[in-house]
C-alpha cells in the first residue's frame, strides 16, 4: 500500500491476481477522468438549531467535476422553487435561510446525489430534525413554564422509612441532564444512604431528621440549548414518632394517631428495578449502564457480579456508590446474566440482570475499496458486514438497484461479491453497497474506473534522502498507472536489479535498506513500467555519520561557594548543524544566571545544596542524537577561622589580540578573589573619537573566563577597561588598554522610524530617527531621501538631506498615498536596501456632505439616523467618522418654554447610521450630519427635522393637603416639571394609615426574557453627547442584572487611580456631573450580578470635556430679581395690614364653632410636648367615606382597579378646584376592607396619609 510522506502523496496499490484497489490522485494527475467520490456529508441523525440556517454538507470529487442534486423524503427537492434555499457553488451544500420560514417546515429525510459522466454517487440519508430542547426554549421564553406548575405538598414522614423524590424531567433530544440542588445552587450530597437514579429521582433507604429541608431541587440541563429550568422546590419534614404525635394531635382534638413502635431496623428490599430479575438489551459498542437501589435499615451495601463470567474490569466502572454498574463499548462477550446484591445485617437480597447484546450493521475488514482497472483485467469489489441479527445487503449502480442496471456480462453479483472479468473501457461506474438489519444500516460508495494509462512515477525527481550510518534507509518511488506497472531500482551505473540482500523490495515501490552503510551512498533510479510504456525516476540517499560524545561529563564533588565545569565534547557529521542542550533530573535547566552554557561545557558558580542532582548533555542533530550524564554532590565547605570577604583586586595585564576590522581578542590577569569568587566580568570601552571621556558597558563574561572575543564598530578609537564582580561588589577598574582604532565603512543600518505625513494640503513631511555616531560607520553621515507617489507608475524622485531628521516636500496634491525610503550615506559607501515605508500628503478638509440623510424614531427618546457614507476621494483625509448635530428646537406642549442647545453625536469609522439617544419626548428636534477626517468637519447636510413621540410625564412637582378635617381634606398640586405630552388626567393613591413618615411606591418593571439570543456583553450602542450640565452617555442594556452604573477615570492618569462610579437607578441614560473641562475620560458601564458572578463591562467610551470659561453674572444688577424683590416687599406689607385688622375684630373662625358643635368622641387632640397624635382607637366603629357602598362580603369593589374620587364625596359630588385641589369627606377606613386588601397595605404609605387608588380626570 502507498501512503503520504513528506510533500509526496503517495498511493495504495493492493497487488493481486484479482482486485486492485488503486485511487486516482486527482491532485496530481489532473487530467485523468475519475467517477464521484463523497468526501463530506452531513451525519445521518442531525439535530439542528432552529435559531440559526440550516447547512447541510455535501462534497465530492471526481473528473469532471460532479453536478449535484437532492430528494427530500424520497421525491426530487426542486431547490430553484424554494427561494429559501441556495446551494453552495462547486458543492452540494444546502444552506436553508430560515429568517422568513420556520425550521420545523424542513424536518425530513434528505439525500444527496453527485454525478459526472463517469458515474453517480450517493450519500447516506440524513435525518433533519430540531432538538426538543428547542422547543422547550422558545416556550420559556414566552414565559411557559419547563415542569406544569403542580402544587407540590410539603413531604412529612416518619424517620428511617424510604423515600423517593420524583423529578419526571420533560423528553428531550437529546435527553436532559438530571441533578438536584438547593437554593444556593450546591448540589446536594449524596451517599450510599442517598442517591440519584438514572431516571432523575433522589431515592432515599432510610431518612433522617437532617434531611429535612425545603428545598430539594430538580434541575434539567438541555446540553444543545445550553439552559438550565428547575422543578418547584420539594419540602421535606422527616419526624420522630413523639414529634409525629405531636403534630397531628393539634388538628385532631389532640388524639395519638401513630400508637404503633417506632420504625425498626428491616432487611434490604429492592426500590428499582422490581422484582427477582430482568432483562436489558443493548447495542455493541454503546455503553450498558444497570442500576440496583434498596431501601433499609442499617444502609445495605450493593454489590455486583456477573454468573455467566467475569466483569470486563477495563471496560467498567461504579457509579453512585455502587448503584450503578457501567460498561463502556459494549461487545457480544457482555451478554449474560448480572446479579446485584443489597446486604445488611440483617439480611440480603438479590436481582438478576439479564443483558442481551445486539449490534446494527458494521464492516468486517473496512468499506468496499475504489477499484482502478485496465480493459481486460479481473477484480473484486466486496461488501462484507456483520450485525446481530445478521443484515441483508444489497447492491446499486450508480444509484439505481444493480437488477434495474444495465447488464453488463463482465459483472456478476454474488451476496456481498462483485466480480469482473474481462472488463472493457466505459464500464466505470459508482456501486453502493447498502447493508441493513433492526437496529441501522451501513450504505458505502465504491467506484470501479476502467482506465488505460502509461506508467508515471510521483516522487519528485532528483529528492535527497539522508539517514545515519547503521539506520535503515526507505527510498520511495510512487507511482501510478493502469495496468498496474511493476517497479525496478538501480544504482549508480545500472549493471544490475536492486532485488536482493541487503535491499528489500516493497509493493507500494518503496526501497529498503536495513542497515546503511557509507558505500549505499549514491544516486538511485526507480523504473515503472507496464504494456503502455515505461517511466524512470532519480533519487539521492547520503549517509552520515552518527552523534557521538567522546568525552563525557564527570562525577563532581564541590564545596558550597565553589565553581564547577562539566565537559561535554562531541563529534559529529561535518554536514549537520548539531545543538547543545543541557538537563537537570531530566528537566529543563534552571533559570539561573550562575548557570553558563558554552558549546562544548557547563559551567555553575557559587554553587548551592539546590544545585546537586544528575547533569545530562544532549547533542542533537537534524538525523541523531547523543547523550551522557553525570552527577553533582555539593558538600559543606571546610570551616576556616576569620575568613575575610572583600572585592576583588582590579584585574591586569590586559592585552589585544588577533586584532581585525570589527573585532578583537581581550585577555587579561584576573586579581586576588579575597574568598568570594568572582561572579563576572565588565568589560567597558571609551571612544575618544566622539565621546572622550565617557565609559560605556560593552559585554560581560563569566568569572570563570580570561579572554573575550569583542565584536567592534567601525569609525571608533577604542579603549578598554575590565572591572571584576564578587558578592561583595564591584573592583576598581584596571588599568585602560592601549587605543584600537577600526577603520571606517559605509553604514550598516538605515534610520527607522520612518514616516509620512502632510501639515498642510499641499505639502509632505518625511521623518525618521537618525543614527548616532556610533551607528554612522565614518564620517560625513548624511541621508538620501526618495518618495514617489504609489498608485502612479513614476521614478523616485531624491535629495541628499545632512544633519536634520525631516524633508517636507511642497506642491504635492491633497492626500495621496506615496512610497517613502531614506538611506544612510557616508564618505565611505551607501548603506543598505533601504525598506518602503509609505505616507500620505497633507489632509484637507472634506468637500461633500452625506447623502440621503434619514431618521427613523425609534421612541420618545431614541431615534436612528441614517446616511449614506461620503465617497472616500471626497473625504480627502484619513475618514475620523461622522458627527451628528442636533438639538431641540421647541417643545410641542405650549407650556414648555423654547429652548435650544446643540448636541454633538461622534460616530467613529466609517459608519453609515447611529442612535441618537436621550431625547426629550413630545418636541421638535433639528439635526444635520458631517463628515470629519483629521484636517476637520465637511460640509452640512441639510438640516431636518423630526417629532418625538409622547412618553411617560413626570411626577407632579408637589402635593399639598389643605383645610383638613374630621372627614374632609382638600388636596393640592401642580402639574409635572417634564410634562413629556399633554396631560390626560391624574391617578392618586390613598391608604389610611399611621402618621409615619410616608416614602413614594415604586413598583418593579416587569421581567421580561428576550426575544433572541443576544451577545456575551449586555450593552449596545454606547454613546456620548456634551451638554451644558456635562456629557451624556446613552446605551442600551439588556442583561438579567439590576446592579447597573457607569464608570469613570482620567484618561493617562497618573498612579492607579480608581475608578469612579456613578449609579444610573434603572435609565439607559445619565449625565456625568462635576467634570472637569479640558480634559478626557475613560467611561464603561458594569453589569453586576451574583458575588460569584463575572462583572459584565461594555466597551470603554473616550469623553473629552470641552474647558468653557466661566460666565459670572452679579444677580443684584438684574432687573429682574430687583422687580421680585419689590413685589415680595408690597405683598408682606399687606399681609401685616391684614393680620392686623383681624387681630382687632377678634371672634372665633366659622369652622372653629362647626369643630366644636361636632366634637368626636374618639378624636383625640394632638400631644403639645412631642406634637404627634394621641392613640386612636378603631376597635368599634370602622366609618367608611360617607356616600360610599361596602358590598356584603366586606370589600369595595374597583373599576379597573382603582377607586374613583366621585365614590368618596358627599353624596356623589366631589370635585376638583379649578387650581386641582379636591375637597371630599374622609373617615376610618372599615375592618372588612383591611382585611381584603390586606395583602396591598406592603407598600409605602404616600404622602398623604397614604393614599388607596383615586382617579381623577383633568
Not at 447516506?124 to 414566552?142: D, P, Y
Not at 541621508?783 to 535629495?799: C, H, I, L
Request: hydrophobic share 35%.
Amino acid at each position: 500500500m502507498m501512503e503520504r510522506r513528506m510533500d509526496t502523496a503517495l498511493l495504495v496499490l493492493l497487488m493481486g491476481h484479482l482486485a486492485a484497489a488503486l485511487e486516482v490522485p486527482l491532485d496530481l494527475l489532473e487530467e485523468l477522468p475519475q467517477p464521484p467520490t463523497i468526501t463530506q456529508q452531513s451525519p445521518k441523525d442531525y439535530i439542528i438549531d432552529p435559531r440559526e440556517n440550516i447547512v447541510i454538507h455535501c462534497d465530492a470529487k471526481g473528473k469532471p467535476h460532479p453536478s449535484f442534486s437532492w430528494t427530500r423524503n424520497g421525491t426530487h427537492f426542486d431547490i430553484d422553487e424554494d427561494v429559501n434555499v441556495v446551494m453552495r457553488p462547486h458543492s452540494g451544500t444546502l444552506v436553508v435561510d430560515i429568517s422568513r420560514e420556520k425550521a420545523d417546515h424542513y424536518e425530513g429525510v434528505y439525500q444527496c446525489t453527485a454525478r459526472n459522466k463517469h458515474g453517480t454517487a450517493v450519500s447516506h440519508n440524513i435525518v433533519i430534525r430540531q432538538s426538543i430542547a428547542f422547543s422547550i426554549l422558545r416556550a420559556l421564553l414566552k414565559g411557559s413554564p419547563l415542569w406544569s406548575k403542580e402544587r407540590i405538598k410539603q413531604i412529612v414522614v416518619q424517620e428511617g422509612v424510604s423515600l423517593v423524590l420524583p423529578c419526571r424531567p420533560p423528553a428531550g433530544l437529546p435527553p436532559p441532564i438530571i441533578f438536584w440542588m438547593d437554593n444556593n445552587f450546591q448540589r446536594l450530597p449524596q451517599s450510599s444512604r442517598v442517591s440519584q437514579s438514572l431516571n432523575g429521582d433522589l431515592y432515599f433507604s432510610n431518612v433522617l431528621r437532617e434531611d429535612s429541608r425545603n428545598d430539594y431541587i430538580c434541575y434539567a440541563r438541555f446540553p444543545h440549548t445550553q439552559t438550565i429550568q428547575q422543578k418547584q422546590p420539594i419540602t421535606v419534614k422527616v419526624l420522630n414518632l413523639e414529634a409525629i404525635n405531636d403534630t397531628m394531635a393539634a388538628f385532631y382534638n389532640e388524639t395519638d394517631l401513630f400508637s404503633e413502635d417506632p420504625v425498626d431496623e428491616r432487611k434490604p428490599t429492592f426500590l428499582i428495578p422490581s422484582g427477582s430479575s430482568s432483562s436489558h438489551t443493548v447495542l455493541r459498542g454503546q455503553v450498558l449502564e444497570m442500576e440496583c437501589i434498596a431501601e433499609g435499615l442499617p444502609t445495605p451495601e450493593i454489590s455486583w457480579i456477573k454468573l455467566s463470567g467475569d466483569l470486563p474490569t477495563q471496560r467498567m466502572s461504579y457509579l453512585y456508590y455502587q448503584k450503578n454498574l457501567r460498561i463502556v463499548n459494549v461487545s457480544a462477550s457482555d451478554a449474560g446474566d448480572y446479579r446485584c446484591s443489597a446486604k445488611n445485617m440483617l439480611g440480603s437480597v438479590h436481582h438478576t440482570i439479564h443483558v442481551s447484546v445486539k449490534a446494527s450493521p458494521y464492516w468486517i475488514g473496512g468499506a468496499p475499496r475504489n477499484l482502478v482497472l485496465a480493459p481486460g483485467e479481473n477484480g473484486v469489489l466486496t461488501c462484507r458486514a456483520s450485525g446481530t441479527p445478521k443484515p441483508s445487503i444489497t447492491w446499486a449502480m450508480n444509484g439505481i438497484p444493480i437488477a434495474n442496471s444495465p447488464k453488463d456480462l463482465s459483472r456478476k453479483v454474488e451476496e456481498d461479491t462483485i466480480i469482473f472479468t474481462d472488463i472493457q473501457m466505459g464500464s466505470s461506474a459508482v456501486y453502493q453497497c447498502n447493508v441493513s438489519n433492526d437496529h441501522g444500516y451501513l450504505m458505502a460508495n465504491a467506484f470501479v474506473n476502467v482506465l488505460s494509462e502509461p506508467p508515471r512515477v510521483l516522487t519528485p525527481a532528483n529528492k535527497v534522502y539522508q539517514v545515519i550510518k547503521n539506520h535503515r534507509a526507505r527510498i520511495d518511488c510512487a507511482f501510478f498507472g493502469s495496468p498496474i506497472p511493476k517497479i525496478t531500482w538501480f544504482k549508480d551505473s545500472r549493471s544490475s536489479t536492486l532485488d536482493g540482500d541487503p535491499y528489500i523490495q516493497h509493493d507500494n515501490g518503496t526501497l529498503e535498506i536495513h542497515t546503511a552503510q557509507a558505500r549505499n551512498s549514491g544516486k538511485y533510479t526507480c523504473a515503472a513500467r507496464n504494456m503502455l510504456g515505461i517511466y524512470e525516476n532519480h533519487v539521492y540517499l547520503e549517509v552520515k555519520e552518527p552523534t557521538r560524545i567522546l568525552k563525557q561529563p564527570e562525577y563532581k564533588v564541590v564545596q558550597r561557594g565553589r565553581s564547577v565545569v562539566f565537559e561535554c565534547k562531541v563529534k559529529h557529521d561535518p554536514t549537520l548543524v548539531p545543538t547543545m542542550t543541557w538537563l537537570k533530573d531530566d528537566g529543563e535547566l534552571p533559570d539561573d544566571e550562575r548557570l553558563i552554557v558554552d558549546s562544548d561545557s557547563l559551567t555553575i558558580t557559587d554553587v548551592t545544596e539546590s544545585d546537586g542532582g544528575v547533569y545530562t548533555c544532549i547533542m542533537n542533530t537534524t538525523l541523531d542524537h547523543d547523550s551522557a550524564s553525570a552527577e553533582l554532590t555539593v558538600v559543606e565547605a571546610t570551616p576556616t577561622p576569620a575568613v575575610v570577604y572583600e572585592r576583588p583586586d582590579p584585574p591586569t595585564d590586559l592585552e589585544l589580540t588577533d586584532q581585525k576590522k570589527r573585532s578583537v581578542q581581550l585577555t587579561w590577569t584576573p586579581g586576588d578573589e579575597h574568598n568570594s569568587p568572582i561572579q563576572k566580568f565588565l568589560i567597558q570601552y571609551d571612544d575618544s573619537l566622539h565621546h572622550r571621556g565617557h565609559w560605556h558597558n560593552l559585554t560581560e563574561v563569566p568569572g570563570t573566563r580570561t579572554t573575550a572575543h569583542l565584536k567592534l564598530s567601525p569609525y571608533v578609537h577604542y579603549t578598554f577597561r575590565v572591572l571584576a564582580l564578587n558578592a561583595m561588589g564591584f573592583s576598581r577598574p584596571s588599568f585602560p588598554s592601549r587605543m584600537f582604532k577600526t577603520e571606517a565603512a559605509a553604514p550598516d543600518e538605515n534610520p527607522k522610524d520612518v514616516e509620512g505625513f502632510g501639515t498642510e494640503h499641499d505639502n509632505l513631511v518625511i521623518s525618521w530617527k537618525p543614527l548616532t555616531g556610533l551607528q554612522s560607520n565614518g564620517p560625513g553621515l548624511r541621508y538620501r531621501v526618495m518618495w514617489r507617489q504609489k498608485a502612479v507608475e513614476s521614478d523616485w524622485t531624491t535629495v541628499t538631506v545632512s544633519n536634520n531628521s525631516r524633508f517636507v516636500v511642497s506642491g504635492t496634491p491633497t492626500f495621496v498615498p506615496y512610497e517613502l525610503k531614506v538611506q544612510a550615506v557616508n564618505d565611505h559607501g551607501v548603506g543598505p536596501e533601504p525598506a518602503i515605508a509609505r505616507g500620505y500628503s497633507g489632509e484637507d478638509l472634506p468637500v461633500a456632505a452625506p447623502e440621503n440623510v434619514q431618521v427613523v424614531v425609534l421612541n420618545s427618546t431614541l431615534a436612528e439616523v441614517h446616511w449614506d457614507p461620503v465617497p472616500h476621494k471626497l473625504i480627502r483625509g484619513h475618514l475620523k467618522g461622522y458627527k451628528v448635530y442636533y438639538w431641540k428646537e421647541r417643545s410641542l406642549h405650549k407650556h414648555n418654554p423654547y429652548h435650544m442647545e446643540k448636541l454633538i453625536l461622534m460616530f467613529s469609522g466609517n459608519h453609515s447610521h447611529g442612535m441618537v439617544p436621550g431625547l426629550h419626548p413630545f418636541s421638535v428636534y433639528s439635526f444635520n450630519v458631517r463628515v470629519y477626517n483629521g484636517k476637520g468637519e465637511g460640509p452640512v447636510s441639510p438640516t431636518q427635522q423630526f417629532d418625538t413621540p409622547e412618553g411617560v410625564p413626570g411626577a407632579p412637582t408637589s402635593l399639598i393637603v389643605t383645610n383638613s378635617n374630621l372627614d374632609t381634606l382638600t388636596l393640592e398640586w401642580s402639574p409635572p416639571h417634564d410634562r413629556k405630552g399633554r396631560i390626560t388626567g391624574y391617578t392618586l393613591k390613598y391608604q389610611p394609615g399611621s402618621t409615619q413618615s410616608s416614602h413614594p411606591l415604586a413598583q418593579p418593571p416587569p421581567h421580561r426574557l428576550p426575544d433572541e439570543a443576544l451577545p456575551v456583553s449586555p450593552f449596545g450602542n454606547v454613546s456620548s453627547s456634551v451638554g451644558e450640565d456635562g456629557p451624556l452617555i446613552s446605551w442600551e442594556y439588556w442583561g438579567p442584572e439590576k446592579n447597573v452604573y457607569v464608570e469613570y477615570m482620567v484618561e493617562n492618569s497618573e498612579g492607579e487611580q480608581e475608578w469612579q462610579k456613578e449609579p444610573v437607578n434603572g435609565s439607559q441614560n445619565v449625565v456625568l456631573k462635576g467634570l472637569k473641562g479640558g480634559l478626557s475620560y475613560r467611561v464603561r458601564l458594569v453589569a453586576k450580578g451574583h458575588h460569584d458572578q463575572p462583572l459584565h463591562h461594555s466597551e470603554e467610551l473616550l469623553v473629552t470635556v470641552p474647558a468653557v470659561a466661566s460666565r459670572q453674572v452679579d444677580i443684584a444688577t438684574q432687573g429682574w430679581f430687583i422687580g421680585l424683590m419689590c413685589a415680595i416687599a408690597l405683598l408682606i406689607l399687606i399681609l401685616l395690614i391684614i393680620c392686623f385688622i383681624q387681630r382687632n375684630k377678634g371672634g372665633k373662625y366659622p369652622v372653629k364653632e362647626k369643630e366644636d358643635a361636632h366634637t368626636d368622641p374618639e378624636f383625640q387632640p394632638m400631644k403639645e410636648d412631642d406634637c404627634t397624635f394621641g392613640e386612636y382607637s378603631d376597635n368599634e366603629d370602622h366609618k367608611p367615606l360617607k356616600g360610599s357602598r361596602t358590598p356584603s362580603n366586606g370589600t369595595v369593589k374597583r373599576d379597573d382597579s382603582d377607586d374613583s374620587l366621585v365614590d368618596y364625596g358627599e353624596g356623589g359630588d366631589g370635585q376638583f378646584n379649578e387650581d386641582g385641589s379636591f375637597i371630599g369627606q374622609y373617615s376610618g377606613k372599615s375592618g372588612s376592607r383591611d382585611t381584603a386588601e390586606g395583602h396591598e397595605s406592603s407598600e409605602a404609605p404616600s404622602p398623604i396619609n397614604t393614599m388607596n387608588s383615586l382617579n381623577s380626570f383633568v
